[in-house]
């Protein structure tokens, strides 16, 4: 199984403040990167997928990059409904695997 | 738009074999779309259990293999999640997902949700 490692775990952060999350893959998984955004008690929302592009309705403040082994989210405004748990899912073969998340908690 | 919505029982004895349906509504199941089930145990990570395309194929997750069996039945528009032998570790929220798939722009995400159902495994 492909091992998706998300950093950090957890991350204060004010509003207005530019964040970045970070997603390494246990090996390359070219562009088949998926970023999700979950509330308490939600479903995940689908924010970027192929690594950087935009889900359709999704604001353009959340940005994806990186390819390979390597990936980031960021996040270059925080509004306060951005305060979520995030997740990256890899599909570049099967199992189907997910990150950790990463918890982005107001400071 | 499509809607996905999950339903079955909320309690299943230990031993016994977990049984949920994913209705679809605003869209066919015969899209060009597979289907999947994820769960996330209470305050944990998410995990992909397994996929069905309209066509009958089936993945799984290796870990779960030898207890999963996802259907399909197209004249209700819905696919079934079915887990045996379940044990307390098998408590969790259980999704069903839309999986899009376009291997010429590297795109698999799940892109439509569920809204969830909480499964608990007890005696």
């Known amino acids: 199984d492909i091992q998706m490692t998300q950093s950090p775990s957890s991350v204060s952060a004010s509003v207005g403040d530019r964040v970045t999350i970070t997603c390494r893959a246990s090996?390359?998984?070219?562009?088949?990167l998926a970023w999700y955004q979950q509330k308490p008690g939600k479903a995940p929302n689908l924010l970027i997928y192929a690594a950087s592009s935009l889900q359709s309705g999704v604001p353009s403040r959340f940005s994806g990059s990186g390819s390979g082994t390597d990936f980031t989210l960021t996040i270059s405004s925080l509004q306060p409904e951005d305060f979520a748990t995030y997740y990256c899912q890899q599909a570049n073969s099967f199992p189907l695997t997910f990150g950790q998340g990463t918890r982005l908690e107001i400071k | 738009q499509v809607q996905l919505q999950e339903s079955g029982p909320g309690l299943v004895k230990p031993s016994g074999t977990l049984s949920l349906t994913c209705a679809v509504s605003?869209?066919?199941?015969?899209?060009?779309?597979?289907w999947s089930w994820v769960r996330q145990p209470p305050g944990k990570g998410l995990e992909w259990i397994g996929e069905?395309?309209?066509?009958?194929?089936?993945n799984y997750n290796p870990s779960l293999k030898s207890r999963v069996t996802i259907s399909l039945d197209k004249s209700k528009n819905q696919f079934s999640l079915k887990l045996s032998s379940v044990t307390a570790a098998d408590t969790a929220v259980y999704y069903c997902?839309?999986?899009?798939?376009?291997?010429?722009?590297?795109?698999?995400?799940?892109?439509?949700w569920g809204q969830g159902t909480m499964v608990t495994v007890s005696s």
């Open positions: 069905i395309y309209h066509s009958g194929s089936t």
């Open positions: 090996q390359d998984i070219s562009s088949w």
């Open positions: 997902a839309r999986d899009f798939r376009d291997s010429s722009s590297k795109t698999d995400a799940f892109d439509i």
């Open positions: 605003g869209g066919s199941i015969s899209s060009n779309n597979w």
